[in-house]
């Protein structure tokens, strides 16, 4: 089997949907880490000098751009399975089991990465684009003349009631498409084994289903709430 | 348990031919026995359609005994009804109570087409069992058995996904019609035994490419076709399947 064939298999095409999702946990854990700065009381030298640095490494930036393929990727390949499957059942049943035989969790994928898309593009927008292409204001810190985008993200969600709702939604949109997609893609790398199903679940569940999301949701929220 | 009997409503899925619309017909019976199967419940019905001069429903058996895989119905939304680990000639209609309606449709997969009222065509099966569910067998004399050494556990293993009867319960379970269970059962007999070596790499190529073709869906881990297929595959056999496609995948040089 050719490789254009093995990834256009369905089994192939969810190994490229496992691996970029995989790809992007590893990201919002040390996204939320960077972005709990935003927390401190300096008025903003630790997050705007991480930001600087995150910004002008080159190591880190050709990564960025690969969060940015794999969300393509994902998107697009998600996309292209979600229509297949429902094509597969043309005529729909009367009755259906509801959670019967699947968690409701596993059924909402398609949506909850809906939601996620919709999230992401604002969010790039305002705070990528603008920090990258963008006119925000500079600032001296710690000694040095760097992008204040401290101040943006604090303007952003105490100016703007509907954006802190929205990244609380996109954060619910999160937690719900982790908590089945993350262990779904071991299963779907063929990675399930007595010995580590239940730390997969669990890691799935509540550390990148609920732990995370809480701690990215609590960001603008307390930014708004401070003010 | 205590006998008793009951007075049902169905509501069964009619449909004249594969290119036909199709509707649901209601029905009221009465006096079933709560010790009959839920196939007998539907002898009783026909027997009483044909005595009307009407067309008795058409729904597929054979063994009854929940081995041969043919009693497809979707019953109340699960496929085989209500029971776990169990086809619907096994189940009996003391999973219902006086009252019921109970709503009877055929599976639901456009790789299974209905025939007529209740039954579909599982061809697709064969099709895929055709693309790689065999062994290359020595002509000559017959081995000794046990000639071969087999672990225990793996033996046990590779006996509990050859129980799989072909039923399709779980594509008519799987929201995306997915046939991973299946195929997944079917690879794995036969990759875990020594005799299945041979064509390991060719065997779950073709097979998924052969699922693929017949228009399957994918899997999305949901999990509804181990809660629903009566000899109880385990998920395990999916995993399996995707690391033995991904090992043949990277590997098998044609
Ligand atoms: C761009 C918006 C997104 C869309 C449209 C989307 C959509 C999907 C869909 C349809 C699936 C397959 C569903 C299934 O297997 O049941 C999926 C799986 C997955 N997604 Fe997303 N998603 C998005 C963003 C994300 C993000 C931001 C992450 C991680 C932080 C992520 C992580 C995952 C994981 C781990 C899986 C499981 C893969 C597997 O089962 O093999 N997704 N996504
Ligand atoms: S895996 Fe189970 S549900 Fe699917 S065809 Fe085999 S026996 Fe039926
Ligand atoms: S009729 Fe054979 S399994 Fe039900």
């Known amino acids: ?227 | 348990m205590v006998h008793y009997n009951m007075n049902l409503t169905l509501k069964v899925w009619r449909q004249k031919n594969a290119e036909a619309k199709g509707n649901f017909e209601n029905y009221q019976v009465s006096e079933i026995s709560s010790e009959m199967s839920f196939l007998e419940m539907f002898d009783v019905l026909n027997e009483r359609l044909i005595n009307e001069g009407k067309e008795p429903i058409a729904f597929d058996h054979d063994c009854r005994e929940g081995i041969c895989g043919m009693c497809s119905m979707h019953i109340n939304g699960r496929a085989h009804g209500p029971w776990e680990g169990t086809t619907t000639c096994q189940l009996h209609m003391r999973a219902f109570k006086d009252g019921d309606t109970i709503t009877v449709e055929p599976w639901r997969a456009g790789a299974f087409p209905v025939i007529k009222d209740l039954t579909v065509h599982r061809a697709a099966f064969d099709r895929i069992m055709e693309a790689g569910g065999f062994v290359s067998v020595n002509t000559g004399n017959a081995q000794d058995a046990n000639n071969i050494p087999v672990a225990k556990d793996i033996a046990d293993e590779a006996f509990a996904a050859a129980a799989c009867i072909g039923c399709g319960a779980c594509v008519a379970a799987c929201k995306n019609s997915s046939a991973m269970l299946f195929v997944s059962a079917k690879v794995s007999q036969l990759a875990l035994l020594p005799q299945g070596q041979p064509e390991k790499k060719s065997r779950v190529l073709n097979m998924l490419a052969q699922m693929d073709k017949e228009g399957f869906g994918s899997c999305t881990n949901t999990g509804a076709c181990e809660a629903e297929c009566p000899k109880e595959i385990s998920l395990t056999n999916i995993a399996r399947l995707n690391r033995e496609f991904i090992s043949a995948g990277f590997t098998y040089e044609k």
């Open chain 1, 1 to 227: 089997m050719k490789w254009s064939q093995f990834f256009n298999t369905s089994i192939g095409k969810k190994l490229l949907v496992g691996a970029t999702g995989l790809f992007l946990c590893s990201f919002v854990i040390v996204h939320l880490v960077g972005n709990l700065q935003l927390l401190l009381n300096d008025n903003g030298e630790a997050f705007n000098t991480y930001a600087d640095f995150m910004a002008h490494n080159e190591l880190i930036q050709l990564v960025a751009w690969g969060l940015k393929v794999a969300v393509i990727i994902h998107f697009w390949v998600a996309l292209q399975l979600t229509f297949s499957n429902r094509k597969a059942r043309p005529v729909k049943y009367a009755v259906n089991p509801g959670n019967q035989t699947s968690s409701w969790f596993s059924r909402q994928m398609a949506i909850m990465g809906s939601i996620l898309l919709v999230f992401l593009l604002i969010h790039l927008k305002d705070f990528w684009w603008a920090m990258h292409y963008g006119d925000l204001p500079k600032g001296n810190f710690g000694g040095k003349e760097m992008t204040d985008l401290y101040s943006t993200v604090y303007t952003a969600f105490t100016t703007q009631l509907w954006l802190v709702f929205l990244y609380v939604i996109g954060m619910i949109g999160l937690s719900f498409h982790l908590i089945h997609g993350f262990k779904s893609a071991f299963q779907t790398f063929g990675l399930n084994h007595v010995k580590y199903n239940g730390l997969i679940n669990f890691l799935g569940v509540w550390v990148w289903g609920i732990l995370i999301p809480i701690g990215f949701a609590l960001i603008p929220v307390i930014i708004y709430l401070k003010h």
